[in-house]
């Protein structure tokens, strides 16, 4: 079946390095991808999204990359703090569906 | 102010009970939603409603029901509760319900007993 994956469950970087986190989406139907932070005891929050017209777009100290011609998108979080610890998602919505989840990175920050 | 507000966000209760969940969003969004979150973390669609019409309702056993009053709000009923429904379930909503991004709320521990 169709699915939204992430490649690594666990990242663990040092406080100040540049995280990357990965996906990998089958569906080239899907049109607008969305990057979900979620702390321990809370819902998932929304972190940077991109739509299937653009490669690159930019937050506060995070990039989100898209490469359609290999379905794989990337989240980029620059000098990485403690804060930053989490469970990282991307989630997928293809036309007149509802977001489809991937299985989530487990992102540490260590001081 | 809690943009999705679920209530409770803690639940213990005995295998065959019947609860309840409820979620309201002060968003004036039209899509309201339900996930499921199991021990993996992993995340799931349940359903999803747009201004109270049932649009989405993924593989799910016909003793959860959702009821949507009014556009925002969406509850979620559970009945005969079984050990394999412990889980985190978290509302969401959105403005539309497809190509937006979807607002959640902080999550309802269940724990069946």
């Known amino acids: 079946g169709e699915s939204v994956g992430l490649h690594l469950p666990t990242l663990s970087v040092q406080e100040g390095d540049n995280s990357i986190i990965n996906c990998a989406y089958s569906?080239?139907?899907?049109?607008?991808f969305i990057w979900y932070k979620q702390e321990s005891g809370k819902g998932p929050q929304f972190i940077i999204d991109?739509?299937?017209?653009?490669d690159k777009r930019q937050g506060q100290r995070v990039t989100v990359l898209l490469n359609k011609t290999v379905k794989h998108l990337s989240l980029q979080i620059a000098a990485t703090q403690p804060g930053d610890s989490a469970v990282y998602f991307c989630?997928?919505?293809?036309?007149?569906?509802?977001?489809?989840f991937g299985k989530g990175t487990t992102l540490s920050v260590s001081s | 102010d809690t943009a999705v507000s679920q209530t409770p966000k803690y639940l213990v209760t005995q295998m065959g009970n019947d609860k309840s969940i409820k979620c309201e969003q002060n968003?004036?969004?039209?899509?309201m939603y339900w996930y499921k979150q199991d021990s993996k973390k992993f995340l799931k669609i349940m359903f999803s409603?747009?201004?109270?019409?049932?649009?989405i309702n993924e593989t799910v056993p016909n003793r959860f029901s959702p009821k949507s009053p009014d556009k925002a709000h969406l509850n979620l009923h559970i009945n005969s509760l079984e050990l394999g429904d412990s889980a985190v379930y978290f509302c969401?909503?959105?403005?539309?319900?497809?190509?937006?991004?979807?607002?959640f709320g902080e999550g309802s521990w269940l724990t069946v007993v």
């Open positions: 989630a997928e919505i293809k036309a007149g569906t509802a977001l489809i």
């Open positions: 991109i739509r299937s017209n653009m």
């Open positions: 569906n080239s139907a899907s049109d607008y």
């Open positions: 969401a909503s959105s403005p539309g319900y497809t190509g937006n991004t979807i607002y």
């Open positions: 409603y747009n201004n109270k019409e049932l649009i």
């Open positions: 968003l004036g969004h039209d899509t």
